[in-house]
C-alpha cells in the first residue's frame, strides 16, 4: 500500500523535497475524440471515421498526455483509463480507486481476456484505411493492481486488463485482439505479464518494474514497451477499438499509455539477416528487399541513412547494412520499413586428394570421406561438410552422398564434391579427387608372448607398436599407424585401438590385427599384424588327489615341458616325484617358448574307518532303525549288502535278524566290515507240543550274554527269569499257566525293553 506524503512535502518546505511537477506526467483531459485519434497516428496517411469515445461520467477518463522526464519512455501520447485521467499524473504517492460503481465495464473486452464482470470501461473506437499491408502502435500498460503488499491471497486473483481490438467494418467477422504477450495468444492483463513480488510472476521479461514514489505516473507498476501489430489489406476500411477496464470491482485503477504517432502503417522488409538469429547474408549472395505496396507513388532506399540510386519497389542487395525505405503515397502520406544485415564470409578452401588403400591395386576401393574433414574445413569444428557427386549438385544442395562413411568410387581418380558450410549456411566448395596407394608393403613378423596376463586363458597384454620400424621402412617419412580389429574398420578408419601399446588380445591364443599406415586422412597401406599367445591352457589347472594311509603317491607334471622344479625340501627337478604325506605340492615348469608357469596339487588324507558305533533302535516290529557312526579320517558311504551304498549313515524300516554293515572309503582306502543284530519279541506263543510256537524266547539274544529276561503275571508276580539264551514253556513249577497276557522286562546292559505278550492253548 503507498503511504503519505504529507511529511515528505513538509520537509520541502526546508529545501530537501526534490520532487517537481516537471518531472511527472501532465494530463489534458480536455482533447476531444478526433484530437486524441490525431495524436495516436503519425502522418497524413491515416484515412480516419467515425471516431467516438466512451469512458467516466464525471471527471474525464481519457486525455492526452506530455512527458518532462527522463524516466518515462513516451515523450507524448494519448491515456485510457479506469478512473480519472489526470490522477494518472506522478508521483506515486495515492492508491488509485475512482470509478464509480454505475461506470459499466465492456462486452468485447470481456471476451477478448477471457473474464468476466468488468467495470469502469474507457474505450476509443474509429475506422481506418491503411494504405499498406501492415499496421502497428506502442503501448504501455500501469495498473494499481501491480501490488506490494496484500492483505489477502485473493487481492492476486484480480486482473484488469487492456485489449486492441480490429475486425473489417463491413460482414459479422469477430474482433482480433492485438494486445498480447508477444509471440503468443495470450491478452496482454495484470496476472499475464507481472514481476516477481507478492503475487505469482507471469512473462517477466515483457514486466518494467514496481514503482516507488519518485515516479512520473501514480500507479504501482507497468510492462515495458509492447507492439501490437497485424497485417492487413490496403484500401480495405477497418474498426479499431482500444478499450481497458477493471475487472471485479472498481478499486484499483490501471490505464494504457499509447504512443504519440505510434500508430503506423508499416511496410515488411522480412526479417532482419543476424549473425544472432543465424541467418546473416553470406557474401557473393544476392537478396531481394520488396518493398511493393498498391497505389504507392514512389520509393526512396536507404542504406546506412545514405540515399542509393534506386527507385523501384524492389532492391537487390549483395552486403550488408542497415536498409530502410520510404514509400510515398502522395499528399505527404508515407510508409517505411526497415531491415538489418550483416555479412558472412564463405570458408576458404582449396582442392584436395584423398589417397585410400587399395588391395588389388585397380583404382576401386572404399572411402571413409569424413577423413577429408579436417583438410577441408582448415581444422574448424564449427563448419559442416557434405559430399556430392558433380558441381551442379554441390551447388544446388541436391543429392549429397549419404554413405560418406563407406563410399564406393565408380572410377580410378574419381573426383567428388565437398559443400562447406558455416553454421549460417554460407559456402565453399572443395574439389576432392579419390586416388588410391599402390605401396609395396612388408609383413611384419608376428608378436608373440607369454600367456601372463590373469588367468592361463590365452589373453595377455600386447604391445602393437613394436613392429612400427618394421612396417614403416622404405616407405615415405612422416607416415603414422592406427591398429584396428578388422580390416574394415582399418580401411575406412573407424573404430581404432585406443592404447595400442597395450592391447588386451580379444580372440585367445591367436588373433589377427591390422596396422594402417596414414598421412591425415590419406593410406598408404593396410597390413596384417599376427598375435601368438603360448599359453599352458587346462594343463597346469589345480589338481586335489587323494592320499590313503599308508600308501606313496606319484605326482606327474607331464612330459611337455623343458624343465620342472617342484616345492618339496629339498626342491625336485623330475617330471614325477613320489610322496607319501598329504599337504600343498607345486612344480613350476617352462615350456619350449620359455613360458613359466605353475601348477598345485592339493594332497588330502583319507584311510579306511578303523571302528564304528552302531546305534540300534529295536524292538518296533517293521520299523528298527540302525545309525552307523564311522572311526577314521576319511570321507565313507555305507552299504548292508555291499552292492548299494548311500551317503546317508542311517537304515530305516529294518525288520529283526542278523545284520552285517559295510563302511567303504570313497577315495578307495578300504572297507570295515561289522556284524550286528536288530531284537524283537514275539507278540504270542502256543505252548502244545506241536513244535511250532512252543516256547516264547527273544531270537539272537543269545549273542548277547549279559542280557536277561523276566516274565511276570498280570498282578506283578514274577513267574520266571532267564538270561539271553533261555526261553518259558509256559508253566510254573511244571505246572500250565493260563491263557492270557503276560509282561515281560529286558535288560541289556543299561538299557530296559518292557512289554507284554499272549499265552494261547
Not at 6 to 27: D, I, M, S, Y
Not at 634 to 650: A, C, M, P, R, V
Not at 660 to 678: M, P, Q, S, W
Amino acid at each position: 500500500m503507498k503511504k503519505s506524503l504529507l511529511p515528505l512535502c513538509l520537509l520541502g518546505l526546508f529545501g530537501l523535497c526534490k520532487v517537481t511537477a516537471q518531472q511527472h506526467l501532465q494530463v489534458n483531459d480536455s482533447y476531444s475524440a478526433e484530437q486524441l485519434v490525431n495524436a495516436l497516428i503519425d502522418n497524413s496517411c491515416a484515412q480516419v471515421s467515425n471516431i467516438n469515445i466512451q469512458g467516466s461520467h464525471g471527471n474525464k477518463s481519457y486525455g492526452h498526455f506530455t512527458n518532462g522526464s527522463n524516466t518515462f519512455p513516451f515523450t507524448n501520447g494519448i491515456v485510457l483509463s479506469t478512473g480519472f485521467a489526470t490522477s494518472a499524473t506522478g508521483p506515486n504517492n495515492s492508491l488509485l480507486s475512482e470509478g464509480s460503481t454505475d461506470w459499466l465495464g465492456d462486452n468485447d473486452l470481456e471476451i477478448a481476456l477471457g473474464v468476466s464482470n468488468t467495470i469502469n470501461a474507457t474505450v476509443l473506437e474509429f475506422d481506418f484505411i491503411p494504405y499498406t499491408d501492415k499496421i502497428s502502435f506502442d503501448y504501455i500498460f500501469s495498473s494499481e493492481q501491480y501490488l506490494t503488499s496484500i492483505t489477502s491471497q485473493n487481492q492476486c486473483n484480480y486482473t484488469d486488463g487492456f485489449a486492441f481490438l480490429i475486425k473489417e467494418a463491413s460482414g459479422n467477422t469477430p474482433y482480433t485482439n492485438l494486445a498480447v504477450v508477444p509471440d503468443t495468444n495470450i491478452p496482454v492483463k495484470v496476472n499475464t505479464v507481472r514481476g516477481l513480488g507478492v503475487c505469482p510472476s507471469a512473462n517477466e521479461q515483457y514486466f518494467d518494474s514496481f514503482n516507488d514514489f519518485e515516479h512520473p505516473t501514480n500507479f504501482n507498476g507497468q510492462t515495458v514497451i509492447l507492439q501490437a501489430k497485424t497485417d492487413v489489406m490496403p484500401g480495405t476500411t477497418y474498426h479499431i477499438k482500444l478499450v481497458v477496464a477493471d475487472q471485479g470491482n472498481n478499486l484499483y485503477d490501471s490505464a494504457i499509455f499509447l504512443g504519440g504517432g505510434s500508430f503506423k502503417n508499416v511496410t515488411d522488409l522480412g526479417a532482419d539477416r543476424l549473425f544472432e538469429t543465424n541467418n546473416p547474408l553470406c557474401s557473393g549472395e544476392t537478396i531481394q528487399l520488396n518493398a511493393f505496396t498498391p497505389n504507392a507513388t514512389g520509393y526512396k532506399w536507404y542504406k546506412d541513412d545514405v540515399l542509393q540510386p534506386v527507385t523501384s519497389s524492389t532492391y537487390n542487395i549483395t552486403s550488408g547494412g542497415n536498409y530502410s525505405v520510404i514509400v510515398e503515397f502522395g499528399l505527404g502520406c508515407t510508409s517505411t520499413g526497415k531491415i538489418r544485415i550483416e555479412e558472412s564470409n564463405p570458408p576458404v578452401v582449396s582442392a584436395y586428394t584423398l589417397i585410400q588403400c587399395d588391395d588389388n591395386n585397380d583404382g576401386i576401393t572404399t572411402y571413409n570421406l569424413d577423413l577429408a574433414y579436417n583438410m577441408v574445413t582448415n581444422n574448424d569444428t564449427s563448419l559442416f561438410v557434405y559430399y556430392y557427386l558433380n558441381m551442379n549438385d554441390a551447388q544446388t544442395s541436391s543429392n549429397h552422398i549419404t554413405n560418406t562413411a563407406s563410399f564406393h568410387n565408380s572410377t580410378p581418380n574419381q573426383i567428388i564434391y565437398a559443400q562447406v558450410m558455416t553454421p549460417y549456411s554460407c559456402f565453399s566448395i572443395s574439389p576432392i579427387t579419390l586416388v588410391t596407394s599402390n605401396n609395396t608393403l612388408i609383413t611384419p613378423s608376428p608378436i608373440d608372448s607369454c600367456d601372463d596376463y590373469g588367468t592361463d586363458d590365452g589373453i595377455t597384454i600386447f604391445d602393437l607398436t613394436q613392429r612400427e620400424s618394421q612396417i614403416l621402412q622404405n616407405l615415405p617419412s612422416g607416415l603414422s599407424l592406427q591398429y584396428f580389429i578388422s580390416a574394415n574398420d582399418a580401411l575406412l578408419a573407424i573404430n581404432p585401438i585406443a592404447d595400442p601399446q597395450n592391447f588386451i588380445n580379444t580372440t585367445p591364443g591367436h588373433q589377427t590385427i591390422y596396422a594402417r599406415i596414414y598421412s591425415s586422412g590419406d593410406c598408404y597401406g593396410i597390413v596384417p599384424i599376427e598375435l601368438l599367445v603360448y599359453s599352458f591352457g587346462s594343463d597346469l589347472n589345480d589338481e586335489e588327489i587323494t592320499l590313503c594311509e599308508n600308501k606313496t603317491l606319484i605326482l606327474d607334471a607331464g612330459n611337455s615341458y623343458t624343465s620342472y622344479e617342484w616345492s618339496t625340501n629339498p626342491p625336485q627337478y623330475s617330471q614325477r616325484i613320489s610322496i607319501n604325506e598329504p599337504g600343498n605340492y607345486s612344480v613350476t615348469v617352462t615350456n619350449n617358448h620359455g613360458c613359466a608357469g605353475t601348477k598345485n596339487f592339493i594332497i588330502t588324507p583319507s584311510g579306511k574307518a578303523t571302528g564304528a558305533n552302531v546305534i540300534i533302535d529295536d524292538f518296533k516290529g517293521e520299523n528298527n532303525i540302525v545309525t552307523i557312526e564311522p572311526v577314521g579320517n576319511g570321507n565313507y558311504e555305507f552299504s548292508l549288502d555291499d552292492k548299494n551304498y548311500q551317503d546317508i549313515n542311517t537304515f530305516n524300516h529294518l525288520p529283526s535278524g542278523k545284520y552285517k554293515a559295510y563302511i567303504r572309503d570313497k577315495n578307495g582306502c578300504g572297507t570295515l566290515e561289522l556284524d550286528f543284530f536288530i531284537l524283537d519279541y514275539p507278540r504270542f506263543f502256543t505252548p502244545n507240543n506241536d513244535t511250532i510256537n512252543d516256547v516264547w524266547t527273544i531270537r539272537y539274544l543269545n549273542f548277547i550274554s549279559e542280557a536277561e529276561v523276566y516274565i511276570f503275571d498280570r498282578y506283578g508276580k514274577v513267574i520266571t527269569g532267564f538270561k539271553g539264551s533261555g526261553s518259558w514253556d509256559g508253566t510254573l513249577n511244571g505246572k500250565p499257566l493260563p491263557a492270557t497276557d503276560y509282561w515281560f522286562v529286558i535288560t541289556i546292559n543299561s538299557r530296559s525293553i518292557k512289554g507284554h505278550f499272549s499265552l494261547m492253548r
